[in-house]
């Protein structure tokens, strides 16, 4: 097979989207398929890889780090010269005319849904009202152009529900030997101050302020805490202001996943409480390293921890630093090999063998494949 990835929002500080899509890319070439990926860029190039070949599109510049292609015919032109037998798209807004570019050419087409946008929506809008209805509109849409939707947690699928989107659950993966509980020194036994991490964008959208206002809540009870913040993002500036006094500690942006492995190892908690995440890597990646996980008891990120490896609590920092402190008097060497046993059991190959059947079912077909019922969710 021949099998073109598409992406927006792809640049040198993402997150948990690049990730997924060359863990992917990489394992379809490994599988003896090629693989082509369209990204936006400064400019128009195109690069042979030991993962495919990468086509850059020259695409306008959203924010300091980011790109949007707001031509999708650019990006179809691509296609036109490329040939693919089967597209994969991680975007729902100006690439979605991928589809109708595959029907009208017997190209099997999947949208891979990284995002929540009701959810997501809402939380930037500090509102739901109107959000859903444009959002169904567009799902709807979504799910008539694009053969197969893949979603990676049953939260991620409520989105499309009612749509008749054929929706497939593909749960991501992790690199199980960068990230390990001996990537990097963990003190033993109890510590004065326990280490909290928060690894991730410092945008909104992610709610790394819930984290933050946890800690806040969590100094004010005298809990002896420190939370080390690692990324960078718009909301920097804001959330220094919302720390005050409190120990929480920006560390800018960590470069390299061997690093990124090594700050989860040494921290004693991991921070992932953002309602709205439908997925979670930065949680696999932190349980692997043998650290427990906080979350939010909503969105896909709850659905990865389990009570012998994290605690969760309503968004709001109250309830957060409660499920905080009941994990705290928890710490201890069972908890982190609960941790690591738990993040075992995802891999990032199955994620690509999973990917590689879809593909093969919509290759060159251009057509829904003769799945019975609206959710055939695919099993292992």
Same mark, same amino acid.
């Given at each position: 097979?021949?099998?073109?990835?598409?992406?927006?929002?792809?640049?040198?500080?993402?997150?948990?989207?690049?990730?997924?899509?060359?863990? #992917?890319?990489?394992?379809?070439?490994?599988?003896?398929?090629?693989?082509?990926?369209?990204?936006?860029?400064?400019?128009?190039?195109?690069?042979?890889?030991?993962?495919?070949?990468? @086509?850059? @599109?020259?695409?306008?510049?959203?924010?300091?780090?980011?790109?949007?292609?707001?031509?999708?015919?650019?990006?179809?032109?691509?296609?036109?010269?490329?040939?693919?037998?089967?597209?994969?798209?991680?975007?729902?807004?100006?690439?979605?005319?991928?589809?109708?570019?595959?029907?009208?050419?017997?190209?099997?087409?999947? #949208?891979?849904? %990284?995002?929540?946008?009701?959810?997501?929506?809402?939380?930037?809008?500090?509102?739901?009202?109107?959000?859903?209805?444009?959002?169904?509109?567009?799902?709807?849409?979504?799910?008539?152009?694009?053969?197969?939707?893949?979603? /990676?947690?049953?939260?991620?699928?409520?989105?499309?529900?009612?749509?008749?989107?054929?929706?497939?659950?593909?749960?991501?993966?992790?690199?199980?030997?960068?990230?390990?509980?001996? $990537?990097?020194? %963990?003190?033993?036994?109890?510590?004065?101050?326990?280490?909290?991490?928060?690894?991730?964008?410092?945008?909104?959208?992610?709610?790394?302020?819930?984290?933050?206002?946890?800690?806040?809540? #969590?100094?004010?009870?005298?809990?002896?805490?420190?939370?080390?913040?690692?990324?960078?993002?718009?909301?920097?500036?804001?959330?220094?202001?919302?720390?005050?006094?409190?120990?929480?500690?920006?560390?800018?942006? @960590?470069?390299?996943?061997?690093?990124?492995?090594?700050?989860?190892?040494?921290? !004693?908690?991991?921070?992932?409480?953002?309602?709205?995440?439908?997925?979670?890597?930065?949680?696999?990646?932190?349980?692997?390293?043998? /650290?427990?996980?906080?979350?939010?008891?909503?969105?896909?990120? %709850?659905?990865?921890?389990?009570? !012998?490896?994290?605690?969760?609590?309503?968004?709001?920092?109250?309830?957060? $630093?409660?499920?905080?402190?009941?994990?705290?008097?928890?710490?201890?060497?069972?908890?982190?090999?609960?941790?690591?046993?738990?993040?075992?059991?995802?891999?990032?190959?199955?994620?690509?063998?999973?990917?590689?059947?879809?593909?093969?079912?919509?290759?060159?077909?251009?057509?829904?494949?003769?799945?019975?019922? /609206?959710?055939?969710?695919?099993?292992?």
């Amino acid at each position: 097979m021949r099998i073109a990835q598409l992406a927006n929002f792809v640049g040198p500080v993402s997150g948990g989207m690049r990730v997924a899509i060359d863990h #992917l890319g990489a394992g379809y070439v490994a599988a003896g398929h090629e693989r082509i990926l369209v990204i936006p860029g400064e400019k128009d190039s195109t690069e042979e890889t030991d993962n495919g070949v990468v @086509v850059r @599109v020259r695409a306008p510049r959203l924010s300091r780090d980011y790109r949007m292609i707001a031509k999708p015919w650019r990006a179809l032109d691509v296609l036109d010269r490329f040939r693919p037998t089967s597209i994969e798209v991680s975007d729902k807004w100006t690439l979605s005319p991928a589809a109708r570019w595959g029907r009208r050419r017997g190209v099997g087409s999947v #949208l891979f849904s %990284h995002e929540r946008l009701d959810d997501m929506l809402g939380m930037w809008l500090r509102r739901q009202f109107g959000v859903e209805t444009v959002v169904g509109a567009l799902n709807r849409r979504l799910a008539r152009e694009f053969d197969v939707v893949v979603v /990676t947690s049953d939260y991620a699928a409520g989105e499309f529900a009612n749509t008749g989107a054929r929706l497939r659950k593909v749960p991501l993966g992790v690199d199980l030997e960068t990230f390990h509980p001996d $990537a990097g020194p %963990h003190h033993a036994g109890p510590a004065e101050v326990t280490q909290i991490c928060y690894v991730g964008r410092m945008s909104h959208e992610k709610s790394p302020q819930l984290g933050v206002a946890a800690a806040v809540e #969590l100094h004010r009870r005298g809990v002896p805490i420190q939370l080390n913040m690692y990324g960078t993002g718009p909301d920097v500036e804001a959330m220094r202001a919302q720390a005050g006094d409190a120990p929480v500690v920006f560390h800018g942006f @960590v470069r390299g996943r061997d690093e990124v492995a090594r700050r989860f190892a040494a921290n !004693d908690v991991s921070f992932s409480v953002c309602p709205a995440e439908t997925f979670g890597l930065a949680v696999l990646e932190a349980l692997a390293c043998g /650290t427990p996980v906080v979350t939010s008891d909503r969105g896909g990120a %709850h659905e990865l921890v389990t009570l !012998d490896c994290g605690e969760s609590g309503a968004p709001d920092a109250e309830s957060l $630093a409660d499920a905080t402190e009941r994990l705290i008097a928890r710490l201890g060497p069972e908890i982190r090999a609960a941790a690591r046993k738990r993040a075992e059991l995802y891999t990032w190959q199955a994620s690509v063998d999973r990917m590689l059947r879809i593909h093969t079912e919509v290759a060159g077909s251009g057509r829904s494949p003769s799945w019975t019922g /609206t959710t055939p969710w695919m099993t292992s």
